[in-house]
């Protein structure tokens, strides 16, 4: 299926129909070349759209003033609503059970305070241990807030011992040992770290068959998998845009609310401006009247400078389909694998699944020494990628703007490393 050699990389790029995508992004310059960019797990590239974009919105600011709120070629008034339609193809949601607002961890807080209500029986959070450090801090704090021990109140599922992956038979297991004081659950949809995909359906399921909320931050899974979050019954999920949606540094957070609480104007949030139906906002009268969707826990004024370059990024999201490009990415993922699996000057372990089904774009390369070495040496020749400790070099071919030469190119540097 694959060979190790250039020439198979580049055959296969040549067939490749998602190939054109990598010329709406600017790269990194390394010696007067593109660098090769497996960073998008942290920060995808800058789409070239994004600077007429952004002209555009200051244009209508600088010509309208306040006019455009209305008047705006986006109108103001109205800016996250640009973003339901290819969300909810990339989430896999309908278009009301998407908006955008705020950022990450922002969002978290916000979804929790509506979401996560402690009684004496039934006050537990359930997460993987080894989150990224935000959702840590977020629930351990959420907890605090009601008054509660986090070593009680917070259950931290952890891979068996000598194993470095958690499985989802170890989180189901756990989730019915604890239904009776399960308020709810926080996976990451993607492990930061590992790279595992959780088995949301799945975990969504039991979940709710013991009572408890099913949450899910999707930092990593978010325009990397396809995701199916209405069919699979998930009460909320919040999410990055700065990864895989290549939203620009700090860009605007989503969210996802399942439709039977978006339809529930009673259902309890904090309550802002921006939340309040369209309908009766301008009455300026008091007693806040939720939005019928996603965008009724919207709280401040459309953030439309923090929100452009998600919105230039999506248009080139809505070329194609997620679908296409997890095929991609599969295909540069399993080759990436294929060449590392060659390798023998190197000791080191993919801790990422080697099931295509419980992975992305990323690979986590554990280095048991050497990591910061190999780490500084690949940064030297021009390929952008991130270190975690301890000896883990994560690479992450995004199908949008990867091509099977920049994995060949990581290997062959790999391959001639002593």
């Given amino acids: 299926m694959f060979n190790a050699t250039l020439s198979f990389a580049q055959q296969k790029d040549a067939q490749d129909e998602l190939r054109k995508f990598s010329n709406e992004f600017y790269f990194p310059q390394h010696n007067n070349r593109n660098a090769i960019y497996f960073c998008g797990n942290s920060l995808g590239l800058q789409p070239k759209n994004v600077a007429s974009a952004i002209q555009q919105e200051l244009k209508d600011w600088q010509n309208l003033g306040v006019g455009g709120y209305l008047h705006a070629k986006n109108p103001w008034l109205y800016y996250q609503h640009n973003f339901s339609q290819p969300l909810a193809g990339i989430v896999g949601s309908k278009e009301k059970e998407v908006t955008v607002m705020n950022t990450l961890t922002v969002n978290l807080h916000l979804i929790l305070l509506s979401f996560y209500h402690p009684t004496k029986n039934r ?18 704090t959420q907890v605090r807030f009601y008054g509660l021990d986090p070593d009680e109140a917070i259950i931290e599922i952890t891979p068996r011992d000598g194993e470095k992956l958690i499985g989802d038979e170890d989180i189901l297991a756990a989730i019915e040992k604890n239904k009776e004081s399960l308020a709810l659950i926080l996976f990451g949809g993607i492990n930061y770290y590992s790279g595992q995909v959780f088995d949301m359906k ?34 909320f999920a919040v999410w990055c845009s700065y990864k895989y949606l290549n939203g620009g540094p700090g860009a605007v957070g989503g969210a996802y609310v399942h439709e039977r609480y978006t339809q529930n104007k009673d259902h309890i949030r904090l309550a802002g401006w921006w939340g309040n139906d369209e309908k009766t906002r301008f009455k300026m009268e008091k007693g806040f009247v939720a939005k019928p969707d996603a965008s009724g826990w919207n709280i401040s004024t459309a953030q439309v400078f923090n929100m452009v370059s998600l919105k230039a990024s999506l248009e080139i999201f809505e070329q194609t389909d997620i679908q296409s490009l997890r095929v991609k990415s599969e295909e540069l993922t399993a080759y990436l694998e294929f060449l590392l699996n060659s390798l023998d000057n190197l000791d080191f372990e993919i801790i990422t699944p080697a099931d295509k089904e419980k992975r992305g774009a990323q690979l986590s390369l554990f280095f048991k020494e050497d990591g910061k070495a190999i780490h500084q040496k690949m940064i030297d020749d021009g390929i952008v990628l991130d270190y ?11 199908p949008l703007y990867n091509s099977f030469e920049d994995v060949y190119r990581f290997y062959e540097i790999l391959k001639n490393f002593k």
Avoid at 131 to 140: G, H, K, M, R, V
Avoid at 391 to 398: D, K, L, M, Q
């Fill in 123 to 140: 006050f537990k959070i359930m997460m993987e241990a080894g989150a990224f450090p935000s959702d840590q801090y977020a629930i351990e």
């Fill in 202 to 235: 799945e975990i969504t399921g039991a979940a709710h068959r013991a009572g408890a909320i099913a949450g899910f931050d999707l930092a990593h899974a978010v325009g990397n998998i396809p995701l199916q979050l209405h069919d699979w019954d998930i009460d």
């Fill in 388 to 398: 975690r400790e301890p000896g883990v070099i994560r690479v992450a071919p995004a």
